[in-house]
């Protein structure tokens, strides 16, 4: 039983086609690296998953369960989209934490308005998963006191705290200055191994060929290559994936 | 004397308080629901309500008091403020809120459309509802970054106050004013402004209260 299945999802913009045809499975505790270019349609992928964005074509499962069907209007009721997209987490490429909340009240809020325990297991629990990403001496802290970095740890740990089946990261670096992306990384990777399935968008080609089970290539709304970081980093069998990663090497 | 003109100028002062307190909790809800009315998806809606924002906005607060409080009279036949002064301070009352309704209105929508749109995909992703994203994500950002132009707005409205007596509402300046009438003396008119210094003095100092409470985080 695959965790994620995604079947020919397409998204237009007006007349731009941003997502064409996409179909991909994943299994439970895989790590997917999506790499590519700007504007290849990598972020509308991810809001599409996390209902953001309601695509044109295609179909969403997760467990097996048909979450999204574009041919079914009956499985796009605002009232279910909501418990639906609590299977997906999305982490974003700029933290967007609730400035006027301490750390510990932005990774508890969200567990307590959907009163997903009592009051001292979400507190509990908030504390254990700032713990998890190393904040523990900054529960009382505000965002704006912290780092980029630990801003973005911070956002993981929230997003941890619905424990979704799939966690979405976009970019989750690259709003960071380049001696704050390890620490991130580092946190990201320690996830793999427990339950955690991720997905995760990024420019970071080695952390996507070390801690990925699955790399995606994106080109143009496609996916253009799929396979396994050797697969993907060794032998590229598009044209397009081999120019793009020889660009990216040539950017380092 | 002294004692006889503070007690008609406290008296005066109170009145003009009545009316500054009664107009603050009327607008304040309303302006927030016209807010959302002008920012509503529904374009009918959106473009009526806009345009009884421009039209209380572009008008004197003057000539909505006469022609709120006459116009059912004239038109209709028919006052419905009822008679005397107690229909004159309802009227009063009525038109204050409308127009600080609209103006506030316009400073909320001004805060509310500056937040992120971030904050509310934050509070999508989470599972919240629409009305948890609003009351527990965005006001208080909102109440924060329009401190500074309500408390002018406020400000405003405890001076505009005075106009109440365009329908013969009894007011501070009205029991000031009218010692120069009856015993030629103009310092009671004098004392008139230092009442509305100092209570505007303690809604600034108020303000900058607030404000401050609300530094402890940026964004
Ligand atoms: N809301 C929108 N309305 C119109 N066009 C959009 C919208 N969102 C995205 N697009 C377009 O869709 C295309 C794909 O955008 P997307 O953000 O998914 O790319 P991306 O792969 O994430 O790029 P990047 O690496 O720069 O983040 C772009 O051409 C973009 O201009
Ligand atoms: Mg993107």
Redesign the pocket.
Known sequence: MSVLKVENISKN??S?E?LRDISFTLEKGDVLAII??????????LRCLNFLETPDTGRIYVNDELLLDCADKTTMRESEIRTKRLHFGLVFQNFNLFPQYNILKNVSLAPSLLKLGTPEEIDTNAKKLIERVGLSDKLDSYPCQLSGGQQQRVAIARALALNPDILCF??PTSALDPELTGEVLKVIKGLKGSDSTMIV?THEMEFAKNVADKVIY?AD?IIEEMGTPDEIFNNPKSDKTRAFLAKSLENL | MFETVMQALLEGFFQTLHIFILTLLGALPIGLIIAFGSMSKFKPLRYLVRTIVWVVRGTPLMLQLIAIYYGPGLIFDNNFWGQGNEGRFIAVIVAFILNYACYFSEIYRGGIESIPKGQYEAGQVLGMTKPQIFFKIVLMQVVKRIIPPMSNEIITLVKDTSLSRVIAVYEIIWAGQAYIKSDGIIWPLFFTGVFYLVFNGLLTLLFGFIEKKLNYYRG
């Open positions: 913009f007006g731009s941003v590519g270019s700007s504007g290849s349609g990598k972020t509308t992928l976009d970019e968008v994106m709304g």
